[in-house]
């Protein structure tokens, strides 16, 4: 009997990756239109960018800094290529880190409490930024394996090294783990609580086994986690307190499928 099925489970582990800190300028080689592996998992998707410096000059801009933070004309800026004067002929060099930090990503700089800049200040920045390429178009990425090829009709020229950018997701189960759950999970209801098969598709006992193969892949994906090269003890030790939390779910909502345990029968008297 079906109880449950693998586009269920699934519903209950979308959102139960743990994601790595992102990863900034990692740089890859596309020739043709061949897959290149950038990593060894899944990435998020929406975290993923592909980018080239097309000029090693920097550009120069005159801004008025803010009361905290002020944009940049460009964003995706170039790292350690990010200078700050206070004109053109840089009469004073400010200093990353102590006078002001940058958001690389976004192209912001924000003045750093005690440093030796402030709000309504006229300064000259120099940076180096870095052009996007767009998805679908200039290239296709493979986000479950981490892989990534050029299109045929691409602006990335075959051998070009592009920088990436991208955040990786821990994901330490597969297809075969959640098809085997969902068998097993299947399984054992049928046994257990239902051998007659009377119950059919009760939806209570349907989310109870769709809990119970979460349970089983979270206690795999913490086995293979622990096996793996990374070996992360705090990413297993989050799916066993998972498969701990969906075992007891499925144990309270089986409760009203099994018979209350009766004793032994008074003796009678004869």
Do not use: C
């Not at 991208?166 to 075969?176: F, G, K, L």
């Not at 098969?197 to 622990?226: C, D, K």
């Amino acid at each position: 009997m079906l109880y449950t099925s693998v586009e269920k489970v699934r519903q209950h582990l979308l959102s139960v990756f743990p994601v790595y800190e992102r990863i900034f300028d990692q740089l890859v080689v596309l020739t043709d239109i061949e897959f290149a592996t950038f990593f060894g998992g899944a990435v998020d998707e929406t975290s993923f960018k592909v980018k080239s410096r097309h000029t090693n000059e920097l550009k120069r801009v005159n801004v008025t800094l803010g009361v905290s933070s002020t944009s940049l004309p460009d964003s995706l800026l170039v790292r350690d290529s990010v200078v700050v004067g206070s004109d053109s002929s840089l009469g004073t060099i400010y200093v990353e880190n102590v006078d002001y930090i940058i958001d690389y990503s976004a192209g912001i700089l924000t003045i750093k409490s005690g440093g030796a800049l402030s709000p309504g200040q006229n300064v000259t920045v120099w940076y180096g930024y870095f052009v996007t390429y767009n998805a679908s178009s200039d290239y296709v990425v493979n986000s479950s394996d981490g892989s990534l090829r050029r299109t045929a009709n691409s602006d990335i020229a075959s051998g070009e090294t592009v920088y990436l950018d991208y955040a990786p997701i821990i994901q330490s189960y597969n297809d075969v783990i959640i098809q085997n759950a969902v068998d097993e999970a299947n399984g054992l209801i049928e046994k257990t609580i239902d051998p007659e098969q009377q119950f059919g598709i009760e939806p209570l006992l349907q989310i109870a086994a769709t809990y119970r193969a979460v349970e089983i892949v979270s206690r795999a994906s913490a086995a293979r986690e622990l096996s793996s090269q990374r070996g992360e003890y705090n990413v297993a030790l989050s799916w066993i307190k998972l498969a701990d939390e969906y075992a007891r779910r499925s144990d309270e909502l089986l409760k009203s499928f099994r018979p209350p345990l009766s004793g032994p029968s008074a003796p009678a008297i004869s």
